[in-house]
């Protein structure tokens, strides 16, 4: 069967999505409490829509996440920066979204976290970047822009789509903000794609040696 929801139990078979119509708040925390502690499938609910989406992830999406996750770390650490990552993470704020973005980083909000078991939106900061790899389903790019998070990737169809928020609304562009020495859409697809291909030890190995990344 494809999706199973009773009392007990919410499972989806990998390498599908469903989307619920006309659908709450309420409701979307009714299936957080029957997933429990479980980290699939992945929920997302956009109060503007009326949608829960349910996403159960293939082998090749969870490797290109890794994968582009240690890229990530790799530049931050060229850089010098500091950060927190995490995955999963469920970030909600009350009656408007529920996200379970496949990695994000706290930089420049990263001390205001720390610590902390779990992250309330509305009082806590979001975090600076959200990455989401689309396979088995597509980003509703809405519900980001209602928590507010400041840089949103998007890795699809070995494309980068960088959405910087402006103004309550996310503006494609052609770079990021966090990386603005790096050609982050030219260089990262490539690594992502050597990783799933080759293996990511050879990736990441390959990619640390570069000497710029521009």
């Known amino acids: 069967m494809l999706l199973t ?8 078979t990998p390498g599908n999505d469903v989307i619920f119509p006309h659908q709450t708040w309420e409701d979307y925390q009714r299936l957080l409490d029957v997933r429990q502690d479980k980290t699939l499938p992945k929920l997302c609910f956009n109060s503007q829509t009326q949608q829960i989406r349910l ?8 490797n290109r996440v890794n994968t582009l996750t240690d890229l990530v770390k790799i530049l931050l650490r060229r ?3 500091d950060w927190q990552c995490f995955d999963p993470i469920t970030l909600k704020l009350p009656n408007q979204a529920g996200l379970e973005p496949d990695t994000c980083f706290y930089i420049e909000n990263r001390q205001a976290i720390l610590g902390k078991d779990k992250i309330d939106l509305t009082v806590d900061p979001p975090p600076d970047l959200a990455i989401e790899v689309d396979f088995t389903s597509i980003t509703d790019v809405g519900a980001y822009e ?6 949103l990737w998007i890795y699809r169809e ?3 789509n960088i959405y910087l928020l402006q103004e309550n609304s996310y503006q494609n562009s052609e770079e990021s903000r966090l990386f603005l020495d790096t050609n982050i859409k030219k260089i ?3 690594y992502i794609e050597l990783g799933w ?15 710029n990344f521009s």
């Open 158 to 160: 070995e494309s980068l």
């Open 5 to 12: 929801v009773s009392e007990n139990e919410l499972m989806l």
């Open 79 to 81: 850089q010098g920066k």
């Open 197 to 211: 291909n080759q293996g990511s030890s050879i990736s990441l190995r390959k990619f640390e040696n570069l000497d």
């Open 55 to 62: 996403m159960s992830p293939l082998p090749s999406h969870g």
């Open 188 to 190: 990262l697809p490539y």
């Open 146 to 151: 209602l928590l507010k998070i400041p840089e």
